[in-house]
């Protein structure tokens, strides 16, 4: 029987609402992926998209608070193209990776902890080679619901390769990329690499630095191979207020001769909101996950300006130690007075690290440099040996990175990283020197630039949000080092610990007793500066760097620091065995 027209009118209607409702649907999962897909694309000059940002949160509406693609954790390189978070559905490819995952777990059970080195190289080139962690920041205020997008360590695990040993000669070797491959293709050639062709990766952490870009201009204006440089920068801002590090003053097709433009293949940039900055060590963690097999590492601050030559001077100097183990670190000379217009150095002083004691601090007592000695150096012809290292300034082998990560279970911290790196080094076999000559200098907020500097905003403007955070972060720091045997070991995480923890070569009791450090009580044997900077402990100690050239052999040395000012205080000798 038919329907009377008016029900037939009825349903015709009731079809068309669903039909066009079904297309609204449709259409709005349409504008929010060409939403996303609009956020990936290039971005000149790094337009505000704060409109995109509001719309990009609305769709990330899962159980975890994952970052709002491309907004908080950003992969740029010279402001062209960003690197997004790969699609959740499969490909063919990831079914073939998947049969083949029980092949590749039973081959890495016996594979080289080494990956095949590289050049030229970027974190850029590696689609799917990033990890989601919780932040620490947040995971540390009981927020493990907030999840970030970071680069996976080239060697994921330290242990692998130092195995609580000293590294061999032959592994160090193996560590190390060149510009140019031998005959058989391969870029790790070890010492038979060319010194000019040894490839140099560049740390920057910067924290809404206006002089970042300064920095890494610097860098490439003033090396003498800027082709074997790769820089790599944590950039911490708030877009559409801060200038991004990799950002041209002018538009490169404008001035493609500006090094942001010329080297941009060779910088990359992982940019992350500044409101998520938990501090230095975070921050310097994720530099350390973007190095990727380089000869040497250095570590800089984002307000340095460099030298003419400086990868030539600088690698001369660590060489010149013949200590594959050597790590040259210092408190950079301030800028003023110390340079000229042509990037040449005014000076003929340099610091020294060795004037360290304890202060107080996130509810602990821990050690902290102040300001160290600068003079004309007491040994010529090498950099000269010092007890502890500096985060403002550091120059190594590649390894040292891969060896000794930064901590990412550290936030909030600021006094204390250098304990942390430099202590845990010790024991890895690492031998810390101060450069001979400076090859850059550090724009202080003194003087001219204090009123410019004083401007540039600070991390812990976010110390409200991880309120008490540092307090625990610093009773790991500290207990992973053995400095506070008085804190019960469920004061803080141990996750990771053997990851982020000590070497086997050396305990860090040895380096307390040599150098007059009582984590008892609290207190330093005084004027130690006076055993390290008229060159005794390099005079002495360095008598006893291996012969295979793979750190100092402190099992000779049974030297212990006394105050050579305190007559109650008797000083020994004897300082070897």
Not at 237 to 254: F, H, N, R, S
Not at 298 to 319: P, R
Not at 563 to 576: A, C, I
Request: charged share 25%; aromatic share 10%.
């Amino acid at each position: 029987m038919l329907a009377p027209p008016s029900r037939l009118a009825s349903t015709s209607g009731n079809n068309n609402r669903i039909g066009l409702t079904l297309i609204a649907i449709v259409l709005c999962i349409y504008t929010v992926g060409l939403i996303e897909t609009v956020w990936h694309l290039p971005t000149p000059n790094h337009r505000k998209r704060s409109w995109l940002r509001k719309l990009s949160s609305i769709s990330n509406s899962g159980n975890k608070k994952q970052l709002p693609v491309g907004g908080n954790i950003n992969i740029a390189k010279s402001g062209l193209s960003d690197l997004g978070i790969d699609d959740a559905e499969g490909t063919d490819d990831d079914e073939e990776k998947e049969s083949s995952s029980a092949d590749d777990e039973q081959d890495d059970e016996n594979a080289d902890p080494i990956p095949a080195a590289k050049w030229p190289i970027s974190i850029r080139d590696e689609d799917g080679n990033f990890e989601e962690v919780i932040h620490p920041g947040h995971k540390a205020k009981g927020h493990p619901d907030v999840t970030m997008m970071v680069p996976r360590f080239w060697i994921n695990d330290p242990v692998s390769v130092h195995q609580n040993t000293l590294m061999t000669r032959d592994l160090a070797m193996k560590i190390g990329s060149c510009v140019h491959p031998d005959a058989n293709n391969n870029y790790a050639r070890g010492d038979g690499c060319d010194v000019k062709d040894r490839t140099i990766f560049v740390a920057i952490a910067s924290y809404r630095d206006w002089q970042c870009r300064d920095t890494v201009t610097s860098i490439f204006k003033r090396a003498m191979y800027p082709q074997r440089v790769r820089v790599g920068v944590v950039d911490q801002i708030v877009e559409g207020e801060d200038g991004p590090c990799d950002a041209p003053y002018k538009p490169c097709k404008d001035d493609p001769e500006q090094e942001l433009c010329k080297y941009k293949s060779q910088l990359d940039v992982f940019q992350v909101d500044a409101p998520l900055s938990i501090g230095p060590v975070f921050a310097r963690h994720l530099g350390h996950r973007m190095y990727r097999g380089e000869y040497y590492y250095m570590q800089s601050d984002a307000h340095v300006t460099f030298t003419k030559g400086w990868d030539v001077d600088i690698i001369s100097q660590q060489e010149a130690t013949k200590n594959d183990m050597a790590v040259l670190s210092t408190y950079l000379t301030d800028i003023e007075g110390s340079i000229n217009a042509s990037g040449d150095s005014l000076r003929n002083t340099r610091p020294i690290m060795c004037n360290t004691d304890y202060e107080n601090g996130q509810n602990n007592r821990y050690l902290r440099h102040g300001s160290q000695p600068e003079a004309f150096p007491s040994i010529h012809g090498s950099p000269q040996l010092e007890p502890y290292w500096a985060a403002g300034y550091s120059f190594s082998r590649g390894h040292f990175v891969v060896n000794v990560p930064y901590d990412f279970y550290q936030p909030m911290i600021f006094q204390g990283e250098e304990m942390s790196i430099g202590i845990r080094g010790f024991t890895i076999g690492y031998d810390f020197y101060a450069p001979e000559r400076s090859v850059c200098f550090h724009h202080y907020a003194e003087g001219k630039n204090k009123r410019k500097r004083d401007r540039v905003p600070h991390y812990w403007e976010n110390s409200n949000q991880f309120n008490g955070a540092g307090v625990r972060a610093m009773f790991r720091l500290l207990g992973i080092v053995h400095m506070n045997p008085e804190i019960s070991r469920d004061k803080w995480d141990h996750s990771e610990e053997e990851h982020y923890g000590l070497g086997g070569v050396r305990t860090p009791e040895l380096f307390y007793e040599v150098f007059g450090v009582d984590v008892v009580n609290k207190k330093t044997e005084q004027h130690l500066c006076q055993f390290v900077e008229t060159g005794k402990m390099h005079k002495e100690f360095t008598k006893f760097i291996r012969p295979d050239g793979m750190g100092i052999d402190y099992g000779k040395i049974s030297f212990r620091f006394k105050d050579p000012l305190n007559p109650t205080k008797r000083q020994p000798q004897r300082l070897h065995r």
